[in-house]
């Protein structure tokens, strides 16, 4: 069973789906990439957002999203689709991945993050809903990071921390 990111209401983004360990890769090194420039409010709730697909908190199978949940803003878009890409350049980077407690997969890592690069590069303006974050489970407020990982906690910790917990 794998968990499947895609853009269904865009015939040009191409959809992927990844195992369970590769989506926990992928997070990871997602929430590591972002956690040092997230520095407004939309940047570090999106971050959270993205850690709470975490496997031990919401199940096997159903940590994939659709990217157009992400609380695009369009008069923002261009600023958050910026910030996007960020992240997936600075995780293909390896940015941070000292921090993790285990050595990722480089191939299935890279993977995942050009699939979901090129899902970001075809999300354009006219996709933009204004639709705001829909949290499956609301992280507790203010935000605070791990202090282990420096990652932003969703409602149940860190998403990495519970990776390693449950080994
Ligand atoms: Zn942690």
């Known amino acids: ?3 499947y990111f895609c853009h269904l209401d865009n015939s040009d983004a191409e959809g992927f789906s990844i195992s369970n360990g590769g ?16 520095t407004n409010d939309w940047q570090k709730d999106l971050l959270t957002w993205i850690s709470t697909h975490d496997l031990h908190v919401i199940g096997n199978g159903n940590t994939g999203f659709d990217i157009s949940e992400l609380g695009w803003q369009a008069e923002r878009f261009d600023e958050q689709k910026r910030f996007m890409l960020q992240l997936t350049e600075r995780a293909r980077l390896k940015t941070n991945w000292e921090k993790l407690p285990y050595e990722p997969p480089m191939d299935r890592a890279v993977y995942a993050l050009d699939k979901f690069d090129a899902l970001v590069h075809t999300f354009e303006l006219e996709h933009c809903q204004n639709t705001e974050l829909q949290w499956m489970i609301e992280p507790k407020r203010p935000l605070i990071r791990c202090p282990m990982h420096d990652i932003f906690f969703h409602s149940q910790g860190c998403v990495i921390c519970n990776d390693e917990i449950a080994g």
């Open 1 to 3: 069973m794998g968990n």
């Open 23 to 38: 989506t926990s890769v992928f997070i990871a090194v997602m929430c590591l990439a972002g956690h040092e420039i997230a």
